[in-house]
């Protein structure tokens, strides 16, 4: 939690972001994904002032419980001195608890962010889930928090101005606005009426972008006049070579299987790598989330 403190901007833990992403989609499948369809609604996760402390935080925790889908899960909310904004302690359950830093009794309209990555650590916790090391596996639960539908709390959460700061959980405000248009492009939602934080607006629209420019990268259909040129340039190169070649970044690899040419690139919805062969106008779906593209390859 940065409180008062410097927040990071920009997009520094985004190949950690698409892994967390593809991650999710291998363990749960396209069908318990999709399930998510509808995020948590701001009339649920409500908080005022003059609502009971603990009766809230319990009621919003519930709440939570029911969007993961964890009935059998007991969460017993509690309040505390600490430097990070939240802990839970992951046991076998039903019962988990869940400490929120004292800073909450006062502000308590941001209740519900703390408890949604918490929760959702439960979440993770009971599928298996979990990246190596703390870092990493942070990322992958605000990932995770944001693309299941509750992580747009975790951004509504951010504010900034020229005498203090409040940031919840390890992504940039960026990196949240990207995870939650993925989400947004994925299953059509409009999150931004949600926002009662400008800041997080703003970095919404530049996650924005940035997801739509997964969409815009060659060998896709959809990819600028630059790329394209890169493309055909980087393909004629491994033709004449036969021994294949990526473009910076990742965006594109060939390789050769016999005497023909293949390419393979991220899906740009779930960031698996696909592999299609080098013909022209093709047609590809990804297996993994069923993104069907248009490519020229």
């Known amino acids: ?71 059998d899960a007991r969460m017993i909310v509690s309040f505390r001195e600490m430097t990070h904004a939240a802990s839970v302690e992951l046991a076998a359950g039903p019962e988990y608890f869940i400490e929120l830093n004292d800073r909450f009794r006062t502000h308590r309209r941001d209740i519900g962010a703390a408890l949604a990555h918490e929760v959702m650590h ?11 090391g703390t870092r990493d596996n942070e990322i992958l ?25 409040q940031k919840l959980g390890y992504l940039t405000p960026e990196e949240f606005g990207y995870v939650l ?10 999150p931004e009426t949600w926002f009662t934080s400008a800041q997080a607006y703003t970095a919404y629209t530049k996650g924005l972008a940035r997801a ?32 294949g070649g990526a473009a910076p970044g990742g965006a594109y690899a060939f390789s050769t299987q016999g005497s023909a040419l293949r390419v393979t690139f991220p899906c740009p919805t779930c960031h698996q790598r696909i592999r299609v062969p080098v013909r022209g106008r093709v047609r590809a779906r990804c ?5 069907v593209m248009d490519c020229d390859t």
């Open 1 to 71: 939690m940065a409180n008062g403190g410097p927040v990071e901007h920009g997009f520094p833990h985004l190949e950690t972001v698409r892994a967390a992403v593809t991650a999710l989609y291998k363990r749960l499948s396209y069908d318990t994904v999709h399930a998510f369809g509808t995020s948590v609604a701001p009339v649920d996760v409500a908080f005022c002032d003059q609502d009971d402390l603990y009766l809230g935080a319990q009621r919003v925790a519930r709440e939570l419980v029911r969007h993961y889908r964890l009935p």
């Open 122 to 132: 439960v979440y993770l916790h009971r599928l298996g889930l979990a990246f190596p």
């Open 212 to 243: 739509r420019a997964d969409g815009q990268r060659p060998p896709l259909t959809a990819a600028g006049w630059a790329g394209r040129r890169r493309y055909a340039k980087d393909r004629r190169e491994a033709r004449e070579s036969g021994a």
């Open 287 to 291: 297996a993994l989330c069923h993104t």
């Open 141 to 165: 639960t605000d990932t995770a928090t944001t693309y299941l539908g509750a992580g747009w709390l975790l951004l509504d959460a951010y504010r900034e101005d020229a005498a203090s700061s």
């Open 181 to 190: 248009a993925k989400r947004s492009l994925a299953f059509g939602e409009a």
